[in-house]
């Protein structure tokens, strides 16, 4: 009997094939009340099943077919884990090979690090509550017991009952709905196999509007026709993709926008992906987003990291491909474009762990580690390098492109690790096995910082950015540049602020002028906001911290929230005033970014 995961109880003894639910949502008590039906394959015989499980009150354990109770023990709590729980499965003397379905009856905790739970207020209607859960990394176990680890793959059903009028979603196939006094049970149905931190739950009032014939956006009545235009060219994405890596064996890609306190840009749930608020710009600038969680459908959900030490074969190719879709939408340079500044996000999160930090790492050792708390760009953007990096080598885009959809053939619906990602590399290159050999793969997988080689990229979009930059790095500017700067894309906007964050810190009369040039703190763009309150922050600019402070507290994105307190933290004139915001503001903001942030701040 092994353990599947460092960060997981589950064990090898028995496999997970699939998980029917039944839920009832309790507002008022912010729990919800379920009974998870287990369907698992004995691998060992005579061995417990081990699960994983935090804060879940377990009511009572059956094996399905004759209803008889089986034995259980949670184990003591771990403060990142959970608890294990165990059910003694000997009196059934099962066979190896043999199913078994198990029966578990239980309550959330009101505390569920997977589920946040929202009050009326704390929506766009002012009307009715609403909750969603984020399960990724390891918090479905708040949410079910279950083996919560992206090493299980199951496909699972799912019957939500809700109160009358709110909609109830999951990541998963709608396949019918039955009203009874005051509430409303939604059936739900996903075929495909999924790792437990792919099952979301989603319970507001939210309405649609379709986009294509297998496209569709929900959200609150007063932001939904808005996200409808901003996610307007999805079909779109979707089809490029499709022609990239193949059939989308999904049938449906629904969006979803969240109210602020969303924790990540985007999540990939199954058939519904998450999205933040902060994407909604006005003139779909950052939509490229959902390019990205796009590219999940096959990078991630079909072909999954095996433990979440191997999280960049998610996160590096998912990059990888969203750029691919980008530049065939868009053209190369954009695709090269987009990859500098996906590079300084790279520096900023090895400056914030350190150079020799292990969780900078591509591969790293995540024993007794919360995966949160490796969470950061490295996977996503040194992956990405390293692909980039292959590509060149083996023989430029059009090679790589043929091998990038062999990967998917080959390890679609399976969970693998970077050792058999390396090995199937080999196999398809095989006449090029002398290039393979000269990669420094330790370097690359397993050494620290940046990476061991600089990718060169394009820069023709970013020179533009990058002269009216150093007019400003060596100058106070001059307002007849407003027109140069509004005339920029988003993207270049960004690389604008991107090469001042690189150069030296600004004095404060060059910081009054940039913002009344250019009118900075008043930006609806939550990337070239985020930038701009980074540049003024290094500079401890006091008159920037309002607008810092509203905009930390008007979303919950860690993307943002995370590198700004700690910036206002470092302020001198402002470390009391970044401690003080969170407190207040801290009921706000998701489990898993409140956590983080608290980290950040010392509390």
Same mark, same amino acid.
């Given at each position: 009997?092994?353990?599947?995961?460092p960060?997981s109880?589950?064990?090898?003894?028995h496999t997970?094939?699939?998980?029917a639910?039944?839920?009832?949502v309790?507002?008022?008590?912010k729990?919800?009340?379920?009974?998870?039906l287990?369907?698992?394959t004995?691998?060992?015989e005579?061995e417990?099943?081990?699960?994983?499980?935090?804060?879940?009150?377990?009511q009572a354990v059956?094996?399905k077919?004759?209803?008889?109770?089986l034995p259980f023990?949670?184990?003591?709590?771990?403060?990142?884990?959970?608890s294990?729980?165990?059910?003694d499965?000997?009196?059934?003397?099962?066979?190896?090979g043999?199913?078994?379905s198990?029966?578990i009856r239980? #309550?959330?905790?009101?505390?569920?690090? +997977?589920?946040?739970? &929202?009050?009326?207020d704390? @929506?766009?209607?002012?009307?009715? =509550? %609403?909750?969603? #859960?984020?399960?990724?990394?390891?918090? +479905?176990?708040?949410? &079910?017991?279950?083996?919560? @680890?992206?090493?299980?793959?199951? =496909? %699972?059903?799912?019957?939500?009952t809700?109160?009358?009028?709110l909609?109830a979603?999951?990541s998963?196939?709608?396949?019918g709905e039955?009203?009874?006094s005051?509430?409303i049970a939604?059936?739900?149905?996903?075929?495909?196999?999924?790792p437990?931190y792919?099952?979301?739950?989603?319970?507001?009032?939210?309405v649609s509007?379709?986009?294509?014939?297998r496209?569709?956006?929900?959200?609150e009545?007063?932001?939904?026709?808005k996200?409808?235009?901003?996610f307007?060219?999805?079909?779109?994405?979707l089809?490029t993709?499709?022609?990239?890596?193949g059939?989308?064996?999904?049938e449906?890609?629904?969006l979803?926008?969240?109210?602020?306190?969303?924790?990540y840009?985007?999540?990939e749930n199954p058939?519904?992906?998450f999205?933040?608020p902060t994407?909604?710009?006005?003139?779909?600038?950052?939509?490229s987003v959902?390019?990205?969680e796009i590219a999940?459908?096959?990078?991630?959900?079909l072909v999954?990291n095996?433990?979440?030490?191997h999280?960049?074969?998610?996160?590096g190719?998912?990059?990888y491909?969203e750029?691919l879709i980008l530049g065939s939408?868009?053209?190369e340079?954009?695709?090269?474009f987009?990859a500098?500044?996906g590079l300084?996000?790279l520096?900023d999160?090895?400056?914030?762990y350190?150079?020799d930090?292990?969780?900078?790492?591509?591969?790293?050792?995540?024993?007794?580690?919360d995966?949160?708390d490796?969470?950061?760009?490295v996977p996503y953007?040194?992956g990405?390098?390293f692909?980039?990096?292959?590509?060149?080598q083996?023989?430029?885009l059009a090679?790589?492109?043929?091998?990038?959809?062999?990967?998917?053939?080959?390890?679609?619906?399976?969970?693998?690790?970077t050792p058999?990602?390396r090995?199937?590399?080999?196999?398809?290159?095989?006449?090029?096995r002398a290039v393979?050999?000269a990669?420094?793969?330790a370097a690359?997988l397993?050494?620290?910082?940046?990476p061991p080689?600089?990718?060169?990229?394009?820069?023709?979009?970013?020179?533009a950015a990058h002269?009216?930059?150093?007019?400003?790095?060596?100058?106070?500017?001059?307002?007849?540049?407003?027109?140069?700067f509004?005339g920029?894309?988003?993207g270049?906007?960004?690389e604008f602020?991107n090469?001042?964050l690189a150069?030296?810190?600004?004095?404060h009369?060059t910081l009054a002028?940039?913002?009344q040039?250019?009118s900075?703190s008043?930006s609806?763009?939550?990337?070239?906001?985020?930038?701009w309150?980074?540049?003024?922050l290094?500079?401890?600019w006091?008159?920037v911290?309002?607008?810092v402070?509203?905009?930390?507290t008007?979303?919950?994105r860690?993307?943002?929230?995370?590198?700004?307190?700690?910036?206002?933290?470092?302020?001198a004139?402002?470390?009391r005033?970044?401690?003080?915001t969170?407190l207040?503001?801290?009921?706000?903001?998701?489990n898993?970014?409140s956590?983080?942030?608290?980290?950040?701040?010392?509390?």
């Amino acid at each position: 009997m092994v353990v599947l995961d460092p960060s997981s109880f589950a064990t090898s003894a028995h496999t997970c094939t699939h998980i029917a639910l039944r839920w009832a949502v309790d507002f008022a008590q912010k729990t919800i009340d379920g009974i998870a039906l287990l369907t698992l394959t004995v691998n060992e015989e005579s061995e417990p099943l081990v699960l994983d499980t935090r804060s879940l009150r377990i009511q009572a354990v059956h094996e399905k077919s004759d209803g008889q109770p089986l034995p259980f023990e949670l184990g003591p709590a771990h403060p990142a884990f959970g608890s294990s729980l165990t059910i003694d499965l000997s009196k059934l003397a099962l066979a190896k090979g043999a199913s078994i379905s198990v029966a578990i009856r239980y #309550t959330t905790s009101p505390d569920a690090s +997977a589920v946040q739970w &929202l009050s009326a207020d704390q @929506t766009a209607s002012k009307q009715h =509550p %609403y909750l969603f #859960t984020q399960c990724q990394a390891i918090h +479905a176990r708040s949410l &079910l017991p279950c083996q919560d @680890t992206p090493a299980v793959k199951a =496909p %699972y059903s799912a019957s939500v009952t809700v109160p009358e009028p709110l909609v109830a979603l999951m990541s998963a196939k709608s396949i019918g709905e039955t009203a009874s006094s005051g509430s409303i049970a939604y059936d739900f149905k996903q075929p495909v196999g999924v790792p437990a931190y792919l099952i979301a739950l989603v319970v507001g009032p939210i309405v649609s509007r379709d986009i294509s014939p297998r496209v569709r956006v929900w959200a609150e009545e007063s932001v939904v026709d808005k996200a409808h235009y901003e996610f307007g060219e999805t079909e779109t994405m979707l089809s490029t993709a499709e022609s990239l890596l193949g059939p989308y064996v999904w049938e449906r890609y629904d969006l979803l926008v969240l109210p602020p306190s969303f924790p990540y840009g985007g999540m990939e749930n199954p058939m519904l992906t998450f999205v933040t608020p902060t994407l909604l710009a006005g003139d779909r600038s950052l939509a490229s987003v959902v390019a990205h969680e796009i590219a999940h459908s096959w990078t991630g959900n079909l072909v999954t990291n095996r433990t979440w030490e191997h999280f960049w074969l998610n996160e590096g190719f998912t990059v990888y491909v969203e750029r691919l879709i980008l530049g065939s939408m868009q053209g190369e340079q954009e695709r090269q474009f987009d990859a500098l500044d996906g590079l300084k996000a790279l520096r900023d999160s090895v400056d914030s762990y350190g150079a020799d930090h292990p969780f900078t790492h591509l591969v790293p050792n995540l024993k007794d580690a919360d995966p949160d708390d490796a969470f950061s760009t490295v996977p996503y953007e040194k992956g990405f390098n390293f692909l980039f990096y292959l590509e060149q080598q083996l023989g430029g885009l059009a090679v790589f492109k043929g091998y990038l959809r062999a990967h998917v053939e080959r390890f679609a619906y399976a969970s693998i690790t970077t050792p058999q990602w390396r090995e199937f590399l080999y196999e398809y290159f095989q006449d090029k096995r002398a290039v393979l050999d000269a990669v420094d793969w330790a370097a690359w997988l397993n050494g620290p910082g940046m990476p061991p080689v600089a990718n060169k990229f394009d820069d023709t979009l970013a020179q533009a950015a990058h002269k009216l930059a150093d007019s400003w790095s060596t100058s106070s500017g001059a307002p007849e540049t407003a027109s140069v700067f509004m005339g920029f894309t988003s993207g270049q906007k960004q690389e604008f602020f991107n090469k001042l964050l690189a150069g030296p810190v600004l004095p404060h009369t060059t910081l009054a002028s940039l913002d009344q040039t250019y009118s900075l703190s008043k930006s609806t763009n939550c990337e070239e906001a985020f930038r701009w309150f980074q540049l003024s922050l290094r500079s401890d600019w006091p008159p920037v911290f309002p607008a810092v402070v509203e905009f930390v507290t008007r979303q919950g994105r860690m993307k943002y929230v995370r590198p700004l307190y700690r910036a206002l933290h470092k302020c001198a004139s402002a470390g009391r005033l970044a401690v003080e915001t969170f407190l207040k503001h801290r009921a706000q903001y998701h489990n898993i970014a409140s956590t983080m942030i608290a980290k950040d701040l010392g509390l």
